[in-house]
């Protein structure tokens, strides 16, 4: 952590693929495994479910974004292994040409995943009912 707020230049592309990975896998585990059925409208008679359709909405398009978000990081990682020990790229020239971009990439394919069910009202058809 310290080295990161020193200079940020000197934090290798590893460094920031994980921090992706983490921050993505917190938001699907908060609100997949940890809100659980809280945020299910109450009259569905679900064990503990307190919310509304709108709550329910709302977990239901984090959960989309942060597991999209997480899968996609996972798959850079894997790309990003594959290229440096088979492929013999540096971390430089990963950097260099995908590194940079894939975080706004992963980010707004993630946001898109997780805004088309909203249109389509397909989070919560009958919301638990």
């Given at each position: 952590?310290?080295?990161?707020?020193e200079n940020k230049?000197?934090?290798?592309?590893?460094?920031?693929?994980?921090?992706?990975?983490?921050?993505?896998?917190?938001?699907?585990?908060?609100?997949?495994?940890?809100?659980?059925?809280?945020?299910?409208?109450?009259?569905?008679?679900?064990?503990?479910?307190?919310?509304?359709?709108?709550?329910?909405?709302?977990?239901?398009?984090?959960?989309?974004?942060?597991l999209t978000g997480?899968?996609?990081?996972?798959?850079?990682?894997?790309?990003?292994?594959?290229?440096?020990?088979?492929?013999?790229?540096?971390?430089?020239?990963?950097?260099?040409?995908?590194?940079?971009?894939?975080?706004?990439?992963?980010?707004?394919?993630?946001?898109?995943?997780?805004?088309?069910?909203?249109?389509?009202?397909?989070?919560?058809?009958?919301?638990?009912?």
């Amino acid at each position: 952590w310290k080295k990161w707020r020193e200079n940020k230049r000197n934090v290798d592309t590893y460094q920031k693929i994980m921090i992706g990975l983490s921050i993505s896998d917190a938001v699907y585990s908060f609100f997949y495994w940890f809100m659980g059925s809280w945020l299910t409208p109450a009259e569905t008679g679900w064990i503990g479910a307190s919310g509304n359709t709108q709550t329910c909405t709302m977990q239901g398009f984090f959960y989309a974004f942060g597991l999209t978000g997480t899968l996609l990081y996972q798959m850079i990682l894997s790309l990003h292994m594959m290229l440096l020990i088979a492929y013999g790229w540096t971390s430089n020239k990963f950097e260099r040409l995908i590194g940079r971009r894939v975080h706004f990439v992963i980010f707004g394919f993630s946001l898109l995943w997780a805004l088309i069910p909203i249109f389509f009202k397909n989070y919560n058809p009958a919301c638990g009912v």
